[in-house]
């Protein structure tokens, strides 16, 4: 029976053939381009992802470090508000004569100064 069947060999069946390997030549030429650009495209949107983590990163260190800053300025404000409240009291002259019989006990003319001895708690106790 294999000997009934014979190949046609005509021009018809040659276009065909010759049809058929164009189209598969033409799919392989578009998995192939498929490929190369999808590669490509997933290389840039690998890289996109990096750049957008690395700034991510690098955005919360900036908001750290400028809440330290602040807090460091608010801090440096209060001890600029105090400094200047301690000037005004060094420019009164009645400030400066208290600190100056309380701490350096100095007294005016005719004036005796006791030092009484300064009370512990464990004595009191």
């Given at each position: 029976?294999?000997?009934?069947?014979?190949?046609?060999?005509?021009?018809?069946?040659?276009?065909?053939?010759?049809?058929?390997?164009?189209?598969?030549?033409?799919?392989?030429?578009?998995?192939?381009?498929i490929t190369v650009f999808g590669g490509i495209l997933l290389t840039i949107l690998?890289?996109?992802?990096?750049?957008?983590?690395?700034?991510?990163?690098?955005?919360?260190?900036?908001?750290?470090?400028?809440?330290?800053?602040?807090?460091?300025?608010?801090?440096?404000?209060?001890?600029?508000?105090?400094?200047?409240?301690?000037?005004?009291?060094?420019?009164?002259?009645?400030?400066?004569?208290?600190?100056?019989?309380?701490?350096?006990?100095?007294?005016?003319?005719?004036?005796?100064?006791?030092?009484?001895?300064?009370?512990?708690?464990?004595?009191?106790?």
């Amino acid at each position: 029976m294999a000997d009934n069947i014979r190949n046609m060999d005509n021009e018809y069946i040659q276009q065909k053939k010759k049809a058929r390997r164009i189209q598969q030549k033409r799919t392989q030429v578009i998995k192939r381009r498929i490929t190369v650009f999808g590669g490509i495209l997933l290389t840039i949107l690998l890289v996109l992802c990096l750049l957008l983590a690395f700034q991510m990163h690098s955005n919360h260190q900036l908001k750290q470090e400028q809440i330290a800053k602040e807090q460091e300025l608010e801090k440096l404000k209060d001890n600029e508000i105090a400094l200047k409240e301690k000037l005004k009291q060094l420019n009164n002259k009645e400030y400066i004569t208290k600190i100056a019989r309380s701490e350096y006990f100095l007294s005016n003319d005719g004036e005796m100064i006791f030092k009484m001895p300064k009370e512990d708690k464990n004595k009191s106790e």
